[in-house]
């Protein structure tokens, strides 16, 4: 993984050309792939878009299977209900209505996949380091980066709330009722630990120099090149154009 | 009286860690332990398994003679009272009285009986003026307490506590220890898991050391902090209290407390 | 030096004081300790001796604070961060949550200080051999247990080589192997000219420092010499645990006995 020097990693690199970019050239794939699929409109776009920035980076990071079940769990309930609000209450016929669900759907599928792919190909701590790299200084990055990584915290911390109340004749097992009334003692803890830990880890943070103006010493740098530039910026230009045809009403999808 | 029984209790986690490996371990009704051992060497599994939290890949729990498979988590908690490490991972009652009843009122004792053990656990663990006090306004040492109390307050026949000095001062490790006794006096049956060698040898008669998943020793405080085992005390990964290193440099035998070495230099002196 | 004079400080909202006028100076090459019941004010001794008080913790700080004869009290947290790093309790709430190992997280403090490459590896790698804790820098720092994530914090301040260090219990959840291990650290860390100002209740602390300062209800009550101050048998009533061969000494005496008979004990 590292352009430096071999520096120990808790998990393994995936070993993919798809994992070797720079993480930020997976960010604005992900971001333009977003943009774009709020742009575009017609099936054959659509389904261009998510194969060419989905599918096949997917396919590329042995990622398919994942990707394609976490977007369909992430877009299920949204899809659900359009195809059966579009088709139900369709001002045209079914089929139109069919039609136009399909295209819904599949905007929302296309969306989700680009998260989860890159959610599940790209690291934090790869993706804090990659930013800090391009210059991106580390009080922007830290409120995302302490947002995101709280997560399994808080998961960890709702687990152990959990086993302590249990202890204590919590009854998680039981009808739904019961369970509704044990809610403070599982989510007060959980809550107000976090915000807890959160200060302390603000302190600890200031105290180890992570707001310091300048950019911090890095003991891991992305795989950028003149490539992954270019085409950091194509995504670019392509999303304007397609941004102005949508204007202009005279986009071909 | 209630016994705890385990039998060849395996546990592996998901992820492969294997945490318990060949467990047999027989608590009599009415008796006291300590659990102790290294990070890792699974004090904390093996807890869990007493109330059904975790179940054993193989091998068997009982309480009272029933096998614990056959009970759920809420049904063992009315018999094994778990008490864990980290009180700002239990502690959600805005007054320290509404704390303590939680475990009781959920058990389905009536309001007056659980206010009534709520004032006799609170006075015990030193928290009777603070029956209306906000626990984050309680420093280290009585929110510890809050939680000890709110699992005693259950009144369950076996009482496991993790860690129960961990964070306290001097006086509040002085009232666990006393607490323990009365424990065990009153019929209870209670284990003890704690890294401090010193209110372990105070508070307990048999000490088990677990190390990796194993039980390596178990045997009284005399026994298993005598010289002689020092080497697997180390081993596993733990060091002989103070008391027993003092009275062995003064060539006392076996004195794990303060209150050995006390003695033994006494008849030391007696008899000259 | 890093000197407190007649330091005062309120957390913000705060009705009271928490800290009254507090004389303390922290010398390079020495370790004080810092004992006092609960809720007598040392951590918040510690956030205000480190500045993390009031600048990221709010509230208002009275009297002189300054390093090396320069008044730091306007000084930015991040230009403090060069001269005073502070360890605070809870271990896991410490962990930046950016490293993916133990050494990265041990290199996090000295990464942000800009040092060369080399130098924040060196250091990082030092670190970890004093805490005794090399044979982790793989693992991942958020599964490790309390005492592992403590040993990894503390390991992660002294690779910055601060000149001042502000610990607040470091090793309060520790075995008693660990806790030595650690202890040595700090004493190697003052030796290399670091001064140290360490807030703790388990006795076996105090072993480790030149002074120790007594925390009363906000109020430094007396400074000393650890066995001075620690012999003392006022100390219980203040809170504070008696070490172990005081209290040996003491029963000794009360059992009619001869103290001395401990003499050669330890």
């Known amino acids: 993984m590292s ?50 920035t989905v599918l096949v980076p997917a ?35 079914p089929a139109e209505g069919a039609l136009l669900a399909t295209g819904v759907v599949l905007r929302i599928l296309t969306m989700a996949g680009a998260a989860v792919l890159f959610y599940r190909t790209t690291r934090p701590a790869e993706l804090l380091a990659s930013l800090q790299y391009h210059g991106v200084p580390s009080r922007a990055t830290f409120v995302i980066h302490n947002g995101a990584a709280m997560i399994p915290r808080l998961a960890e911390r709702a687990r152990e709330v959990t086993e302590a109340q249990r202890a204590r004749g919590l009854d998680t097992e039981g009808n739904l009722l019961r369970r509704g009334r044990g809610l403070v003692a599982l989510a007060a803890p959980t809550v107000l630990g976090a915000m807890a830990e959160v200060e ?29 530039r270019l085409a950091r910026w194509g995504v670019l230009l392509v999303l304007i154009v397609l941004v102005l045809e949508h204007l202009a009403g005279v986009l071909p999808c | ?87 700002d991972r239990q502690i959600f009652g805005r007054t320290v009285r509404d704390e303590i009843e939680f475990g009781p009122r959920h058990q389905g004792v009536s309001s007056e009986d659980a206010f009534g053990r709520v004032k006799a656990l609170a006075s015990r663990l030193g928290l009777g003026e603070d029956l209306g006090a906000h626990p984050d306004d309680l420093g280290d040492t009585r929110r510890k307490l809050l939680t000890i109390a709110s699992v005693l307050a259950m009144e369950t026949p076996v009482f496991v506590l993790d860690e129960p000095t961990t964070g306290l001062d001097a006086r509040g490790v002085d009232r666990i220890e006393h607490i323990v006794r009365e424990l065990v006096e009153a019929g209870r049956t209670v284990i003890g898991i704690s890294h401090d060698m010193r209110f372990v040898a105070e508070t307990f008669e048999r000490v088990v050391v677990l190390d990796r998943g194993r039980i390596v020793l178990d045997g009284t405080t005399e026994e298993v902090f005598a ?3 020092w080497p697997a005390l180390r081993g596993a990964g733990l060091e002989p209290p103070e008391a027993a290193v003092i009275g062995t440099r003064l060539g006392l035998g076996s004195t794990p407390t303060e209150a050995a070495i006390v003695g033994a230099l006494t008849s030391r002196a007696a008899r000259r | ?17 928490t800290l009254h006028a507090v004389d303390l100076e922290l010398y390079p090459g020495t370790v004080t300790g810092l004992a006092g019941a609960e809720q007598a004010g040392k951590s918040t001794l510690c956030l205000v001796a480190g500045g993390l008080a009031p600048r990221v913790v709010g509230g208002t700080v009275n009297g002189e604070i300054d390093i090396d004869g320069q008044d730091t009290r306007d000084w930015p947290m991040h230009r403090l961060a060069d001269l005073v790093v502070t360890g605070l309790q809870d271990p896991g709430g410490q962990l930046s949550l950016i490293a993916e190992t133990v050494f990265g997280e041990v290199a996090f ?6 040092l060369p490459y080399d130098e ?32 990894v914090v503390i390991a992660g301040l002294l690779a910055m080589r601060p000149r001042y260090l502000v610990l607040d219990e470091p090793v309060a959840h520790l075995d008693a192997a660990s806790a030595k291990l650690v202890l040595t650290a700090i004493r190697a860390a003052a030796t290399a000219g670091t001064a140290v100002l360490m807030a703790e209740q388990r006795p076996e602390a105090w072993t480790a420092c030149d002074a120790v300062a007594v925390l009363g209800h906000g109020n430094i009550l007396a400074t000393g010499a650890p066995d001075e101050i620690l012999s003392n048998p006022r100390i219980t009533t203040l809170g504070i645990e008696e070490p172990a061969e005081v209290r040996l000494r003491r029963r000794l005496s009360e059992a009619g006995l001869d103290p001395e008979l401990m003499g050669s004990a330890s």
């Open chain 2, 227 to 229: 010289e002689d085992r």
């Open chain 1, 200 to 228: 302390t880890r603000t302190l600890a943070l200031e105290t180890r120099g992570f707001t310091r103006p300048g950019r911090p010493t890095l003991l891991w740098t992305p795989h950028d090149g003149p490539v992954q």
């Open chain 1, 3 to 52: 352009a430096t020097a071999p520096l120990p990693s808790a998990r393994a690199q995936g070993a993919s050309p798809w994992h070797e970019l720079d993480p930020l050239t997976r960010l604005v794939v992900a971001l333009g792939t977003v943009a774009a699929a709020l742009v575009l409109g017609g099936i054959v776009c659509l389904s261009l878009l998510a194969a060419l």
């Open chain 3, 109 to 114: 403090g000295p990464a942000n200080l800009g």
């Open chain 3, 1 to 17: 030096m890093l000197r407190l004079a007649g330091v005062s400080y309120r957390y913000p909202g705060a009705g009271h004081e």
């Open chain 2, 1 to 87: 009286m209630t016994e705890v029984r385990l039998e060849a209790v395996d546990f592996t986690y998901p992820d492969g860690t294997r945490a318990l490996d060949g467990v047999d371990l027989v608590v009599p009704a009415g008796s006291a332990l300590a659990l102790v051992g290294a990070n890792g060497s699974g004090k904390t599994t093996l807890a869990r398994h007493l109330n059904g939290l975790l179940r054993p890949s193989s091998g068997r729990v009982a309480v009272d003679g029933i096998d614990a498979a056959e009970r759920t988590v809420a049904q063992l908690a009315r018999s094994v009272g778990l008490c864990f490490q980290r009180p």
């Open chain 3, 120 to 151: 924040v590896v060196s250091s990082a790698e030092e670190a970890l051999r004093l805490v005794g804790i090399e044979h982790l820098r793989a693992h991942d720092p958020t599964r490790l247990s309390g005492g592992q994530q403590q040993l």
């Open chain 1, 59 to 93: 396919a590329v990071a042995r990622e398919l299977r994942e990707v394609l079940r976490l977007s369909l769990l992430l877009a299920l309930p949204l899809g659900v209900s359009v195809v059966v609000v579009n088709v139900l209450f369709s001002p045209g016929t």
